[in-house]
């Protein structure tokens, strides 16, 4: 049995980049850049003004000076003509520096008299300049591939004139729900039988992983319908499958899987959750076979489904790093096993600090809304005290670090 660094190892040796699209510029925040961007030309393109102000020659300043002005510019224009000793040019913040010209002097430090600028300080040479290449040079290295994009690479791509860019395709991921007691949300609900919530908290754990869910519904514990709609889910990217694979008496999803030929990689790991976890693949899709209690596959969707969807939308990163939190309250588990345990994180002194999040039984959902990380706790470890640091997976959005 793997623990649980070897199961996630051998599921990510499984996995690779999907394809990849062009998608315009505008609608590429959060998606992975498929091919190094490298500088098409200098930025900026021309030395140009940091400031409002006048383009002089520094050597005419070297004391207090008073130039002609000769011309003037505003954003946007062309350079002006060479500008000739003793001239000085009106410019505007981003205009080139007139060929001549190596400064600027902003309004603030001169004074206009007529056709006259009358500078008090000397200049020094390159004052008030942006330089040609100084932010980045052609065929310099800006974003490689695998970054995922956020506003600032947006921003370098659009002013390199990208109006569309290479990304990996999103993942589609099949999710499907088995179990007789299942019935769909917004079915009438007889007693002894429960909503399948699992299909849509592991929906919206997918689109947070910026892949596409599709809903494949419930399977009931029943060989032939259980094969069908894992074969629908084989035409996904990934399959997801909830539920039926412990070794219950009908519990089919492994076996049918098998019929199916879809290679199976491990079945349970030494972790808590994890027992049972199934994982397996076909032509080079995972298949997830995920505990069916809703702690139990949120948790190990994030920590073994996740980062496969994200090696296989291009993240050159998909493994969360985990931080270190101080426990505020003392910690007891079974040896054997390393625990997922849900924990409430905030920060104290620039720390982060841990509570647990209440009752750790895996039928407790509430301890995971209440939960903004999931510590790792070793296997053979049993007692952690307060003020001992643990490691922690860390689920905040915004918001939620109070
Ligand atoms: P199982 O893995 O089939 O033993 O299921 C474990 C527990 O999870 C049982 O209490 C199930 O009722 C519950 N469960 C299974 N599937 C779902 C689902 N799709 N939505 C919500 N709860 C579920
Ligand atoms: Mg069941």
Wanted: hydrophobic letters at 45%; charged letters at 25%.
């Amino acid at each position: 049995m793997p623990t649980f660094e070897e199961a996630r190892k051998l599921i990510l040796e499984r996995v690779a980049p999907l394809g990849r699209e062009r998608v315009p510029v505008s609608a590429a925040a959060g998606r992975v850049l498929s091919e190094d961007l490298r500088a098409p030309w200098d930025m900026p393109r021309w030395d140009n003004s940091a400031m409002d102000g006048y383009a002089v020659r520094s050597a005419d300043c070297t004391g207090p000076a008073a130039l002609r002005i000769s011309g003037s510019r505003a954003a946007g224009d062309p350079a002006a003509p060479r500008v000739s000793p003793g001239a000085a040019v009106r410019i505007m913040t981003g205009s080139p520096i007139p060929e001549g010209c190596d400064a600027v002097v902003p309004f603030e430090q001169a004074v206009e008299d007529g056709e006259l600028v009358r500078i008090a300080e000397p200049v020094i040479p390159r004052a008030n300049v942006r330089f040609r290449g100084e932010d980045v040079k052609t065929g310099d290295l800006v974003v490689p591939a695998g970054t995922v994009l956020r506003p600032p690479e947006i921003g370098m791509l659009a002013s390199f004139g990208r109006a569309f860019v290479p990304v990996y395709r999103k993942a589609s991921v099949a999710l499907l729900s088995t179990g007789d007691e299942l019935v769909e949300l917004g079915e009438p609900l007889p007693a002894g039988r429960i909503i399948n919530s699992n299909s849509v908290s592991l929906a919206a754990a997918v689109e947070e992983a910026g892949a596409v869910p599709v809903l494949l519904g419930i399977a009931p514990d029943d060989k032939r319908r259980l094969r069908e709609k894992i074969e629908e889910g084989l035409r996904a990217d990934a399959l997801i499958t909830s539920a039926g694979v412990s070794a219950g008496d009908r519990d089919f999803v492994r076996e049918v899987l098998d019929d199916l030929s879809v290679t199976p990689v491990f079945w349970k790991v030494e972790s808590r959750p994890g027992h049972p976890l199934a994982f397996g693949v076909k032509d080079g899709k995972p298949v997830f076979s995920l505990p069916g209690n809703p702690v139990s596959s949120l948790v190990t969707f994030e920590v073994f489904a996740r980062p496969a969807l994200l090696k296989m939308m291009g993240h050159a990163d998909p493994v969360k790093p985990l931080v270190k939190a101080v426990l505020k309250e003392p910690v007891r588990k079974k040896a054997g096993r390393v625990h997922f345990f849900r924990v409430r994180i905030a920060v104290e002194g620039g720390e982060y600090v841990a509570w647990t999040s209440g009752d750790q039984s895996t039928g407790i959902l509430k301890t995971m809304i209440l939960a903004n990380g999931i510590a790792v706790l070793p296997a053979e470890k049993t007692v952690f005290e307060s003020g001992e640091k643990v490691d922690v997976i860390l689920l905040y959005r915004s918001g939620m670090l109070r």
